[in-house]
């Protein structure tokens, strides 16, 4: 059985965590489900508990900016972009860099980032280090808002849920910025529009 947590219990959810556990939590957007950075075995549980292909690759998430450069390469357009948009509603999808198995991101040449603007997942991040989380669902399966909602599809599959509720149905922007242009995968509250007046330096931005 999933064990349901309270925020407060954070230290509890933190040492399973690194101890192997994967966790579904309230992000800024929807529900996630983690699993740390480096520990293949419940990266391969995570894969297993949403039924996702293992071609699929899933995003990172890190506590900050200053880390992108460690597991993605980047230029000064991705940095503009980072510096603006995160912590907040952003994947970027990057090269990848040769430190990072391909083995863990499906075999592919890139890499899918996210800082998020929550303030108790980026309290889980400072503690756990980086994470791979996706959304908290079944695969094909309606994202989740609710700890009710993930355990109504992964009870069993998971070890912990936080309580609580998140204020979104709407998963974050996916945008490529592997090549030379960028590239929107999936929009979400940001759009196309807004990333790509910062990316080609139409803004004052800072």
């Not at 959304?135 to 069993?156: F, I, M």
Request: net charge negative; hydrophobic share 40%; with cysteine.
């Amino acid at each position: 059985m999933t064990r349901s947590v309270r925020p407060e219990q954070k230290d509890e959810l933190v040492k399973a965590l690194k101890n192997g556990a994967i966790a579904a939590f309230p992000t800024e957007t929807v529900y996630g489900l983690g699993a740390v950075y480096g520990d293949d075995k419940a990266l391969s549980r995570l894969y297993e508990a949403k039924g996702r292909n293992a071609a699929k690759a899933i995003t990172l998430m890190l506590y900050g900016v200053d880390e992108l450069g460690e597991y993605a390469e980047v230029d000064e357009k991705i940095l503009r972009l980072a510096r603006t948009f995160m912590p907040g509603r952003l994947t970027l999808v990057m090269r990848r860099r040769d430190t990072v198995p391909a083995a863990r991101v499906g075999g592919l040449d890139t890499i899918g980032i996210r800082i998020p603007d929550s303030d108790f997942v980026l309290s889980l991040l400072k503690e756990t280090g980086p994470m791979w989380v996706t959304s908290a669902n079944v695969s094909g399966g309606a994202n989740t808002r609710t700890d009710q909602e993930v355990l109504d599809q992964l009870d069993g599959k998971i070890d912990y849920v936080v309580e609580g509720h998140t204020d979104s149905s709407v998963a974050s922007t996916v945008a490529d910025v592997s090549g030379d242009d960028l590239i929107i995968l999936r929009e979400g509250v940001l759009s196309e529009d807004e990333l790509r007046r910062v990316y080609d330096e139409d803004c004052d931005c800072v």
